[in-house]
């Protein structure tokens, strides 16, 4: 079974979507970069397939080019498809293409009632509605004449199915596009790896957006970085923001501009321990720790979902001694608080939206209309958001993600890090960008300073390319897991030992071994990693891996270009 990393929220973790239609609206004018990126995708359309990364800096106008676009493809009475990464981003998207289109769009993700759902799709299927806008699973969509595929934000690994039937939403997308003989568009400021890989070989032609669409904020360049190095600095008793950060926060706050300050985790403390005996209080079903969470006074596992009460002594030794150890946002709004009392704080995470659309849109709109000073937030605060009075972005603690036992951990934090710095500075104020952390020269931090993702990506597809890592390879994992580690072992070394036999020089076998969360669920879980340049081999060897022979108890799933080690 597939793992889900706790900071990419499964499509299904936000509720429906029921906005009403808006009256059209009439559109920006342009600026020239989006003008000429617009006349490429214009003039492909009714050729047949072509494929497209438009690569814009944040607040560039991606959304725009879009939206003009599909307006090209309804006059020829053609569909779109439109994929967002997340339910959190639907309604603001399907917002704006109703204020465009009107009832001519229709929403489909899997947190939407049956009924619905079904609607939109039967609207879809009869040609009465000609745009579709949703999450991964919105790439089945029967759109009628599909002509535009737009995957927004395609970098982002909530587009990958992690369980169930495993796919990629935007790899789907392209196949789709391709088989229609569509144009397909993706878009983003951090375009993934394997996109830009796309590009240098031909696969797609980059259209760059680089600067905002924004006039004012076009004529400045993009916000500067300020590294704090911590090793250097005298961290005050929360341990939390050091003094350069606090005093950033303040001089915002008094010229009347808005702060994010962002961590991608959530909780209290990440883990709750006893000094006395060293026992850590992990999840009885999985091999991960507890996260405290104060608001709602309880021990919560972010992997399964069970919650647990806050013991008053120690299970192991009887001492009462817990104590809890690492941040999440919501000991960060308690730190904020405490520091700037008479500041507007609020936090934006999975527990203060705690699936409900309405809690979100608003919290968006009290940030909108100034109402808020200080948002602290997880990757919810990254994506999709133009707030205007932001002009500082402070970044806690991202030496957690760059240091994750992936391949893909520079990339991502690279990625996360450039889209949270993208939300300062997009309105009439400059802004500035404030990254504490341990490891100032990682090339993620290093790039980032100066905004520069090709040099990035450079650097890091040199690294992937020495160690025949995607995208200079394909790789398949398989997985195991059940209720009995032996078992699970024992199942695991027999389908390692098929694919050894199949693979030949061409395929690289790794494994089997224990995944890095060895238990989920209450269910072990081993992993083989097949590795090689040869699609049909690969497949092949797959293939003999699968066919060991399975206990009932046991479960074995083949996940084809994996996203996550996990």
């Known amino acids: 079974m597939g793992s889900r990393r706790v900071w990419e929220p499964s499509e299904g973790s936000h509720v429906s979507d029921t906005a009403p239609s808006r009256p059209a609206v009439a559109p920006p004018v342009l600026n020239p970069h989006q003008q000429a990126a617009l006349d490429v995708l214009v003039a492909a359309l009714g050729k047949g397939y072509s494929g497209y990364l438009l690569h814009g800096i944040t607040g560039s106008g991606k959304t725009e080019v879009y939206l003009r676009l599909i307006a090209q493809a309804r006059a020829q009475g053609k569909g779109a498809l439109v994929l967002v990464p997340e339910i959190a981003l639907t309604p603001q998207l399907a917002a704006r293409f109703r204020a465009r289109f009107g009832d001519d769009v ?53 587009f990958k199915q992690e369980d169930g039937v495993r796919y990629h939403g935007r790899d789907l997308a392209v196949m789709r596009a391709h088989q229609a003989k569509a144009v397909v568009v993706l878009g983003s400021a951090t375009p993934s790896l394997e996109s830009f890989r796309n590009v240098l070989v031909g696969r797609f032609r980059r259209l760059l957006l680089p600067t905002r669409a924004n006039p004012a904020a076009a004529a400045r360049p993009l916000p500067p970085v300020e590294i704090i190095d911590l090793r250097r600095h005298q961290m005050g008793p929360d341990q939390l923001l050091a003094p350069p950060l606090v005093e950033a926060v303040a001089e915002a706050l008094a010229a009347g501009e808005q702060t994010i300050l962002f961590l991608n985790r959530r909780g209290f403390s990440t883990l709750m321990h006893c000094p006395a005996c060293g026992a850590v209080l992990r999840c009885s079903s999985c091999d991960v720790s507890m996260t405290l969470h104060r608001g709602r006074e309880k021990l919560i596992c972010h992997y399964c979902g069970r919650a647990a009460a806050i013991p008053t002594r120690c299970p192991a030794c009887k001492q009462a001694a817990l104590q809890g150890l690492g941040t999440g946002t919501e000991r960060v709004e308690s730190v904020v608080r405490a520091l700037f009392p008479s500041a507007r704080v609020a936090r934006l995470d999975r527990d203060t939206t705690d699936g409900q659309r309405n809690r979100l849109e608003k919290l968006l709109a009290r940030v909108h209309e100034r109402q808020i000073d200080i948002l602290v937030g997880t990757q919810m605060v990254t994506k999709g958001h133009d707030f205007g009075g932001v002009t500082l972005v402070g970044v806690l603690q991202p030496d957690q993600g760059m240091h994750l036992p992936d391949f893909r951990a520079a990339e991502r934090t690279f990625q996360l890090l450039e889209q949270v710095a993208g939300r300062a500075g997009r309105g009439d104020r400059p802004g500035r960008i404030v990254v504490q952390t341990f490891c100032p020269e990682h090339p993620a931090i290093q790039f980032l300073r100066t905004h520069d993702y090709e040099g990035f990506v450079r650097d890091e597809l040199a690294r992937r390319e020495s160690a025949s890592y995607p995208p200079f390879s394909r790789m398949i994992a398989l997985r195991l897991d059940g209720r009995h580690e032996a078992s699970v072992r024992a199942a695991a070394t027999s389908a390692a030992a098929h694919a050894r036999a199949q693979a030949g020089a061409a395929v690289h076998v790794l494994g089997p071994a224990e995944a890095p969360i060895a238990r989920l669920r209450g269910r072990s879980r081993y992993q083989i990693w097949l590795r090689g340049t040869d699609r049909a081999k690969l497949q092949a060897t797959a293939r003999a891996a699968a066919e060991v022979t399975l206990p009932r108890d046991l479960r074995l799933a083949i996940d084809v270009d994996p996203q996550s080690v996990l």
Not at 128 to 144: K, L, T, W
Request: net charge negative; hydrophobic share 55%; glycine share 10%.
């Open 106 to 158: 229709a929403v489909l993700h899997s947190a939407l009632p049956a009924a619905e759902r079904l609607a939109a799709w039967r609207r879809l299927r009869s040609g009465e509605v000609g745009i579709a806008v949703g999450a991964r699973s919105a790439v089945f969509a029967p759109v009628h004449g599909l002509a535009v595929v737009v995957v927004d934000e395609e970098h982002d690994g909530s």
